[in-house]
């Protein structure tokens, strides 16, 4: 989405907050640059879905001066602690520099409203382009090209089927607090699981070997069913989340 207003400055880092794959940076020390912030948490599902599209991008265009960061915002307090994000960031292969915002200072110097958050912003460190949520990836892709002056080249590949254009997809259940068992109507189903141990879902057991968000079902299209979720010992469940599924 374009800004109503093209004099959107850039909010900067909050100080004194861990980063991980760099040192400290500082937003106008960027100047000069297209910037591509993403707000996310390793914890939450629709921020492990937009992540192979900001990491394609940083891979694709870093060369050619865009600099990504990602701004983690847990959450749940496991999330928080950094040394949980330095492993997820490990784990998940992010390259670029992640902030580990802590007590969400970065969130509200941008008055963010929710993740995952993806905010660019062009060399004079004012707003280009903005989304809320999964989805609009081409969109965001040509916006970053038009920046960087490339012309004629296409957008990454969409990594699943929700995310062709014009895919219809119906709502999915709204994401539920703790251990909940019950009906749903979705195209996956995910918990976000503190520590190690099993889980059983619908009789199927599920290792947790780290703290994060974690797949119990995942079906073709989307589905209603009822889930039965068992927690083992060693366990905590913070929510059960829904993703879409194509109609």
Same mark, same amino acid.
């Given at each position: 989405?374009?800004?109503?207003?093209?004099?959107?400055?850039?909010? +900067?880092?909050?100080?004194?907050?861990?980063?991980?794959?760099?040192?400290?940076?500082?937003?106008?020390?960027?100047?000069?640059?297209?910037?591509?912030?993403?707000?996310?948490?390793?914890?939450?599902?629709?921020?492990?879905?937009?992540?192979?599209?900001?990491?394609?991008?940083?891979?694709?265009?870093?060369?050619?001066?865009?600099?990504?960061?990602?701004?983690?915002?847990?959450?749940? +307090?496991?999330?928080?602690?950094?040394?949980?994000?330095?492993?997820?960031?490990?784990? =998940?292969?992010?390259?670029?520099?992640?902030?580990?915002?802590?007590?969400?200072?970065?969130?509200? =110097?941008?008055?963010?409203?929710?993740?995952?958050?993806?905010?660019?912003?062009? +060399?004079?460190?004012?707003?280009?382009?903005?989304?809320?949520?999964?989805?609009?990836?081409?969109?965001?892709?040509?916006?970053?090209?038009?920046?960087?002056?490339?012309?004629?080249? +296409?957008?990454?590949?969409?990594?699943?089927?929700?995310?062709?254009?014009?895919?219809?997809?119906?709502?999915?259940?709204?994401?539920?607090?703790?251990?909940?068992?019950?009906?749903?109507?979705?195209?996956?189903?995910?918990?976000?699981?503190?520590?190690?141990?099993?889980?059983?879902?619908?009789?199927?057991?599920?290792?947790?070997?780290?703290?994060?968000?974690?797949?119990?079902?995942?079906?073709?299209?989307?589905?209603?069913?009822?889930?039965?979720?068992?927690?083992?010992?060693? =366990?905590?469940?913070?929510?059960?989340?829904?993703?879409?599924?194509?109609?």
């Amino acid at each position: 989405m374009r800004p109503q207003s093209d004099d959107i400055e850039a909010p +900067p880092f909050a100080p004194k907050l861990p980063w991980i794959n760099s040192g400290a940076l500082r937003m106008h020390q960027q100047r000069g640059r297209p910037v591509l912030v993403e707000i996310w948490d390793f914890a939450r599902v629709n921020s492990l879905r937009t992540l192979p599209y900001v990491k394609g991008w940083h891979e694709r265009y870093e060369e050619r001066g865009l600099r990504v960061v990602g701004v983690q915002c847990g959450a749940w +307090p496991f999330s928080r602690d950094a040394g949980e994000v330095r492993a997820a960031v490990e784990r =998940l292969g992010v390259p670029y520099p992640v902030v580990v915002d802590e007590n969400f200072e970065t969130w509200d =110097l941008y008055g963010n409203a929710g993740w995952p958050a993806r905010y660019l912003w062009n +060399p004079e460190n004012r707003l280009d382009y903005f989304h809320y949520g999964e989805g609009a990836y081409a969109e965001t892709e040509e916006a970053i090209q038009l920046l960087l002056r490339i012309e004629g080249e +296409p957008t990454l590949l969409p990594v699943r089927g929700e995310d062709e254009p014009g895919a219809l997809l119906p709502a999915q259940t709204e994401d539920q607090a703790g251990e909940y068992s019950g009906p749903y109507e979705a195209g996956g189903v995910w918990a976000v699981l503190e520590g190690r141990g099993e889980v059983r879902a619908n009789g199927r057991a599920v290792e947790v070997s780290y703290s994060g968000c974690h797949a119990l079902i995942e079906h073709d299209r989307h589905t209603r069913g009822e889930l039965e979720l068992e927690v083992g010992d060693g =366990l905590v469940c913070h929510a059960v989340c829904f993703t879409p599924g194509l109609e």
